[in-house]
């Protein structure tokens, strides 16, 4: 070959090149996204979970239930959580997405929608709407008040102690904010911690410190407004919650940062660490022995005027819009929505999830007796800070807080720089 | 003949050089992953270069780079000299400094993490030796989190290393060493004027690949500490892969992968142009 | 005493002592070896021996001590909750039938381009050799969803084929560029002979060039495997139904979101980091001898 054909060759192939490329971009762009209409395609019914092993008992009965009712065959990926969690969009945007997916509820299912990737659930609710309270009825609404989503259940947070170790340090479990930190005073005098966290590999837990503080100073509806990008972090009423969050920093375990989630249970199961503000999910990591020692109470009051709003994290199901199953999907969907099914989800989460059909028959431990009325006499019920501004989100408010918690005098840069952060992750996705 | 050759490029062309090119027009445009994209030109690279955290990583990523390729190659090679030669032993040895790779990270960065912690080995053995003042909140301090995690990450670095020095040394000519021997030169003037000559070449193949692995390395910083306490262990791999799958912002996150394999072939490129030349002359 | 005769005397005393001081050297530099050799490798091993020991507590021992402390209680029923629940029988199998296929199929590609490029004059050699180099050097995360979406536009979407084809892909850059240093070392002389005796290209390549590369790529086999073996990434993006995910992915669904068993997922580990550990130690010797003709110019 000689060099001129060798370079018109070199210059053919870059063209080809360049309109690979070109072409390749197109498939950044969904395909059609309309549900279908007509019978259903043959075969089972992909659900996609997101449970691990050890809660998908509960999935698995409900799923064997169904399957033996006749009405069509169901099949269930169990998938690891933080894998489900990175691929959900790949698996909604796939060309054959699976039909049904675990979820949660909150601006995490409506970035779906928005996108007209989840299928219409209205008629589920339909039929079964007057089970559920009026609050998730419109927490699994879409922007255009469609329901998406079919809630299974819910769990609460609590600042957790032990009952013994309390009675040790002559505490009882405060009502208001001063009391708060005059517990913790007295706990600290003790040479006890009052508080701690799994900061290092866990940041997002400070997350529920920060929730919590706006809940009870500003209120819910602030709160979701801040989350959705409504109202800004450097605001007089945010400072109002770290100047709450600096006042409690000094009864924080100085190297929180530092410590791992596991560390930090094991410290609190140990009574070196008097109370951690976390989830019910935390309750099965306490020792066997220690589970019946176990207690919380709600997070205390600050402004007595404003609304007691509660963190409620909602899961439940939600559909691709591309199913092409869809009524299938509905009838299974039917069916999760109804007491019984309910009832085994919540069954096997060693009781630490409340059933959302109030129509399940429950048995209620003592500590979820207490979750469920906390719940329930709650004004209104948020999701928590990832599920409520979306999971991109979490990283700039982890970053935030963790730098408050170790130079709380940089608070202005850190608001500014929160704000900057928050607003290009919201344009850039 | 050119089957030979064709075959395994067309495969690689396939597989890897076409996702290639739409990761790397992915880098043109602002995607969620979920909606439509938007082209938006130049303007991904342009705020990368004013993002601070971004700057942050490239600072740390520098760091890794020359403390962990460095004494990754320096311990690599005193552990392979120590270990080359087939006596009595040694094959277990070679094992112990090999078996980190073998062994999935997720509990290995447990172990680690467990030994930094505040209560954790570390600590204790500093205080049980009266080094108190050097305790320290090892993955939460800002200014001691990066290097924690590199100690981590050579723990299993090194014993790659070694292998690959154990095969550069025994493939040199030992004449050449006892020649040196008789001649009255000692340990350390042997090694540096008979021994790392003759390794030049291994070396090179060790620096690239240390250079490699030094922007690949994500899984142990992030298994350890996702990039935390605020990006002070933040690298490039990491923070690509948290703007990808964290922020949902995958045009972002295709910049920064471009700016990682840019940097790579810089280096690797001026290494592989001279060992082909050399070559050409051979 | 004569000069010559003290002179003498001293030639005679020289061996004796100088072998006895020459043998307790060689006796302490073989203690210090040893001391030294121990030391590092009970440093390196460590936190492997936490992992073994942590699989054999249980859930509540670990909760409420912590991971690093000394273990209370002793247990087998983590491994038998891993095989069980992890589904750990399945998953090996899986990593298997990736890993197998991939290993011998990289390293006969990477064999045959670098043979090629070794042996022939192939215009644009060294272009050809970098691209296919810098085909390693791209960050995996990026080519992750335009992969996905190729397998998809293919319809081999989570087939465990689409994820060796895949592999194979990736490794061919690296391998091929070892290989090749290897080659360059092997004589022209032993391919003329081959010539002139009337083989076809592929005779040579079969009966001569490989036979002679066998070192190197056993240590390619051993390296490749331990690579595809561990590797998660690719795995979790083009599979999607759970009885096709191989042993990483396995182990990594034991972690719960916010409470995790570590000592199940422990013996998970130990067992899904014997497969690698026994391919090393199976290819260790030739591995070290291989690797070696292909670094040295």
Redesign the interface.
């Known amino acids: 070959m000689t060099r001129k054909t060798t370079r018109w060759l070199t210059a053919l192939g870059s063209a080809i090149a360049a309109t690979a490329l070109l072409a390749g971009c197109v498939s950044t762009s969904g395909e059609a996204q309309q549900a279908k209409s007509g019978p259903d395609a043959s075969g089972p019914l992909i659900l996609q979970s997101r449970f691990t092993d050890a809660e998908k008992g509960g999935l698995d009965k409900l799923v064997k239930d169904f399957n033996a009712k006749g009405e069509g065959q169901v099949k269930v990926n169990t998938i690891p959580t933080t894998t489900f969690n990175q691929q959900l969009p790949s698996y909604l945007t796939a060309k054959n997405p699976p039909d049904v997916y675990t979820w949660y509820a909150g601006q995490a299912t409506r970035d779906f929608a928005d996108q007209n990737l989840l299928l219409d659930l209205s008629s589920v609710w339909k039929d079964h709407g007057s089970d559920f309270p009026s609050s998730l009825k419109s927490l699994s609404q879409d922007s255009s008040g469609k329901q998406v989503f079919v809630p299974t259940g819910y769990y609460w947070w609590g600042v957790y102690y032990f009952k013994s170790d309390f009675q040790k340090l002559g505490i009882t479990p405060p009502k208001t904010w001063d009391e708060f930190l005059a517990d913790a005073a007295k706990i600290k005098g003790q040479g006890v911690t009052p508080f701690t966290a799994g900061l290092s590999d866990n940041a997002w837990l400070a997350s529920a410190w920060f929730d919590y503080l706006d809940l009870r100073i500003n209120g819910a509806d602030f709160h979701l407004k801040l989350l959705s990008g409504k109202e800004k972090y450097d605001s007089p009423q945010v400072r109002k919650v770290m100047a709450a969050f600096k006042q409690v920093l000094p009864y924080f375990d100085p190297a929180v940062l530092g410590t791992t989630q596991n560390q930090a249970m094991s410290d609190f199961s140990q009574g070196k660490v008097a109370m951690y503000l976390l989830g019910a999910w935390a309750q099965p990591s306490v020792p066997a022995d220690k589970q019946s020692d176990l207690g919380f109470f709600q997070f205390p009051t600050i402004d007595p005027s404003v609304p007691v709003a509660e963190e409620g994290p909602t899961d439940g199901f939600i559909a691709s819009v591309k199913t092409d199953k869809p009524n299938l999907t509905k009838k299974f969907l039917d069916y999760v929505a109804s007491p019984q099914a309910q009832t085994d989800l919540a069954a096997s989460q060693q009781g630490t999830y409340l059933p959302a059909n109030s129509k399940a028959s429950l048995n209620l431990d003592a500590l979820s007796k207490q979750g469920k009325d906390m719940l329930q006499s709650a004004k209104q019920v948020t999701q928590f800070y990832n599920r409520d501004a979306g999971d991109a989100q979490q990283t700039p408010a982890d970053t935030a807080l963790t730098s408050f918690i170790a130079h709380p005098e940089n608070l202005d840069q850190i608001l500014k720089d929160w704000d900057a952060a928050s607003a290009k992750i919201r344009a850039t996705s | ?2 089957a ?2 064709l ?3 067309l ?2 062309a ?13 880098s043109f ?9 938007t082209p938006v030109g130049v303007k991904n690279y342009v ?1 990368l270069f004013s993002d ?2 971004f700057l942050t990583a490239l600072k740390n990523t520098a760091i890794w780079i020359v403390l962990f390729g460095g004494i990754s190659f320096a311990a690599g090679l005193g ?1 392979a000299l ?2 080359q030669s087939e ?1 009595r ?16 990270l ?3 960065a ?12 570390l600590n204790n053995v500093l205080d049980a030796v009266g080094l108190h003042s050097w305790t320290h ?6 200014s001691t ?1 990066l290097y924690a995690v590199i100690v981590a990450a050579l ?1 299993r670095e090194i ?1 790659y290393v070694m ?2 020095f ?7 000519d030992p004449a050449v060493q006892e020649a040196a021997r008789v001649d009255g030169a000692t340990a350390w003037q042997r090694f540096w004027h008979v021994t790392m000559p ?2 030049r ?2 070396n090179l ?1 060790v620096l690239s690949v240390l250079i ?1 692995d030094s ?2 390395s ?1 899984d142990i910083v992030w ?4 990039g ?4 002070s262990t933040e690298l490039l ?1 990491t923070y ?3 703007t ?11 910049a920064i ?2 700016v ?2 840019v940097l ?2 810089a280096v ?2 001026s290494y ?1 142009v001279r060992a ?1 030349s ?2 050409k002359e ?1 | 005493m004569t000069a010559t005769a003290a002179q003498t005397r001293t030639a005679g005393a020289r061996p004796v002592t100088a072998v006895r001081r020459r043998s307790r050297r060689r006796t302490a530099a073989t203690v210090g070896f040893h001391t030294t050799g121990i030391l590092i490798s009970l440093a390196w091993f460590a936190p492997i021996l936490v992992v073994v020991v942590t699989s054999f507590r249980t859930f509540d021992d670990i909760s409420a001590n912590g991971i690093a402390s000394l273990p209370h209680t002793f247990t087998l029923g983590t491994y038998a909750q891993a095989w069980n629940q992890g589904g750990l029988f399945q998953a090996l199998v899986n990593s298997m039938i990736v890993t197998v296929p991939t290993v011998i199929l990289t390293l006969l590609f990477s064999a045959a381009a670098a043979f090629g490029l070794s042996r022939y004059k192939v215009p644009f050699r060294r272009t050809i050799l970098l691209m296919m180099l810098a085909g390693n050097l791209l960050p995996v995360q990026m080519l992750l969803i335009p992969v996905a979406r190729l397998t998809q536009q293919l319809n081999v979407y989570d087939t465990l084929g689409a994820l060796v084809a895949v592999q194979v892909a990736f490794g061919i850059g690296f391998y091929t560029f070892v290989l090749y240093g290897f080659m360059r070392t092997i004589p022209h002389e032993l391919q003329e002979a081959a010539t002139l005796d009337g083989a076809s290209t592929t005779r040579i390549f079969l009966q001569v060039i490989l036979p002679l590369t066998r070192p190197a790529l056993a240590a390619l086999g051993a390296l490749s495997f331990t690579w595809v073996f561990n590797d998660l990434l690719w795995s979790i993006t083009l599979l999607q139904t759970s009885e096709k995910l191989p042993i990483t992915a396995a182990v990594l669904s034991l972690q719960g979101e916010y409470v995790s068993s570590w000592s199940v997922i422990a013996a998970a580990t130990v067992v899904a980091a014997v497969p690698s550990t026994i391919v090393f130690l199976l290819f260790q010797r030739s591995f070290i001898g291989g690797l070696a003709l292909g670094s040295v110019k």
């Open positions: 003949m050119f030979l050759v075959v395994p490029f495969v690689e396939v597989g890897v050089f076409w996702p290639a090119f739409q990761g790397i027009s992915l445009l602002h995607w969620n992953g979920i909606g439509p994209a705020d601070p955290i552990v120590l270990f006596r032993g040694v094959g277990i040895y070679r094992t112990a400094l090999f078996l980190p790779i073998v062994f999935s997720v509990v290995t447990l172990i680690w993490g467990a030994f930094f912690q505040p209560n954790g080995v909140v090892w993955l939460g301090d800002s989190a723990w014993g292998v690959l154990i095969a550069g040394l025994k493939a040199l003759q390794l070449s291994v193949v490699i922007l690949r994500f298994a350890m500490t996702r935390g306490p605020y990006h791999s690509m892969f948290s990808a799958f964290g922020s949902h912002a995958l045009g972002y996150a295709s992968a471009v990682i394999f790579a072939i690797i490129v592989l082909l050399e070559e051979a």
